[in-house]
Every structure is written in structure tokens, then in C-alpha cells.
């Protein structure tokens, strides 16, 4: 289930927002500007913002340029009273990914998050960035500051999936699952052996660890 994050500090259209997207199957937080919309992301892990401009506190603009300047790289969708040409190029700029004029109309804001998670996910499949860490599904390979560490398969397998979604746990059957497949006749300690590898390598990695779940599984945490 996607997870997504509004920033929007009319109390009313927060809540409007929030229920027609739990309707069509999102799970949504809602902040009421950009400083509580870091922290947000600074404990959970979204797959989408939706963000006004005119906030207290931070506004719009501050807020992407904020993010994209941390190598976090999730889609934003800026929703706006502000129609002129030139906030519409400041949003954009800022790294902001599409664009709405308040009033919107709410079924093309659902079409839109559908369309942005769509290419979000495709462009995701191949390459994951974790501040100054790049994950090259091609070459199967992990470049940091400069330097090249290619995985055996399983491997970056495992830290793709874990690394793609930084904070949320994996449990030990669920990435048999996805990895192994199910057919795969060998037990969880297989995911054992494999995240003990990947410590091993990435133990000075100055952007994320991998944290253990004790009894439940393993996470990739951004440091």
C-alpha cells in the first residue's frame, strides 16, 4: 500500500485531501507546513508528497529544495492557489514533479498520484540513491564517494529492496519470498547469511546501515 505525505496547512482541505485518497486506497499523513513535513520524513517512509506553497513556518518551494538537496528523490505533486507562469517555473525548479492551480478537481488529482507512482516505480526498478550511495541494478553494483563494489546477485537483491524503502521492515520469510521465490527449498538463515555479507561490506557506508528487527527481520536505515 503507497504511502503519502500532505503538506497543507488549510485544515479543511487537509482533511478532504486525506479522505479521498484513504477511499481510493492510500495510506496518508498529513502535515500543516515543510518543517513538519522533514520530520515526517525523517521517522517514516513515503512514496509520495502532495505539498501547498504558502505555508508558515516553511513554504513550498523551501520544502522540496530542502529534500532534493538530501538525495531524497520521492515525487512531489505541488497543489496551489498561485497560478502565474513564473511560481508555476519556481515549482518546477525547486524539484517539484507535476504541477495543479487550486481549485483542482479531485479525480485528476487521483489520476495524477497514479501516473506519478506509476513512472516513479519504473525509475526506481533500475536505480536506487541513498544520499551519496548509488545502487546500479545493471551492473549490480553499489558506488559510494567514488568507489565500485559489484554484489552477487542475491545480494543486491536483498540490499535493493531493503534500500528502495529505508525504515520499513522486511521479515526473513518475506524476502525469501520475493528473492528466492517460493519454491526456493532452503530455510530463513539463508537471509541470515546473505544480511551478515552485506554488513560485512557496507560496515563504513556513510549514508544508511542495516539495522536487525530482533525476532521480526532486518531494515535499511538512512544515517
Known amino acids: 500500500m503507497f504511502k503519502i505525505l500532505i503538506l497543507e496547512d488549510d485544515l479543511a482541505l487537509r482533511k478532504l485531501f486525506q479522505s479521498v485518497l484513504i477511499k481510493n486506497g492510500y495510506t496518508v499523513t498529513g502535515v500543516s507546513n515543510g518543517e ?11 512514496d509520495l508528497i502532495i505539498s501547498d506553497i504558502m505555508m508558515p513556518v516553511m513554504d513550498g518551494y523551501q520544502f522540496v529544495q530542502s529534500i532534493r538537496e538530501a538525495g531524497i528523490n520521492i515525487p512531489v505533486l505541488m497543489i496551489t492557489a498561485k497560478d502565474a507562469f513564473d511560481d508555476m517555473r519556481l ?16 479525480n485528476e488529482m487521483v489520476l495524477r498520484i497514479g501516473a506519478l507512482l506509476r ?36 545480494e ?63 531494515k535499511v536505515v538512512k544515517k
Open 36 to 46: 513538519e513535513g522533514l520530520k515526517e520524513l525523517d521517522s517514516s517512509y513515503y
Open 156 to 218: 543486491f537483491m536483498l540490499l535493493f529492496k531493503m534500500a528502495s524503502y529505508p525504515g520499513k521492515i522486511f521479515t526473513r520469510q518475506q524476502m525469501m519470498e520475493d528473492i528466492w521465490g517460493y519454491e526456493w527449498e532452503s530455510d530463513t538463515h539463508t537471509v541470515d547469511v546473505h544480511i551478515g555479507r552485506l554488513r560485512e561490506k557496507f560496515r563504513n557506508n556513510p549514508d544508511f546501515e542495516i539495522v536487525t528487527m530482533r525476532g521480526v527481520g532486518y
Open 119 to 154: 513512472r516513479a516505480q519504473i525509475a526506481s526498478e533500475r536505480r536506487q540513491v541513498i544520499g551519496s550511495t548509488v545502487l546500479e541494478c545493471d551492473s549490480l553494483t553499489v558506488k559510494t564517494q567514488g568507489e565500485s563494489v559489484i554484489l552477487p546477485q542475491k
Open 91 to 106: 515549482g518546477f525548479l525547486s524539484g517539484t514533479d507535476d504541477y495543479m492551480v487550486k481549485p483542482i478537481n479531485i
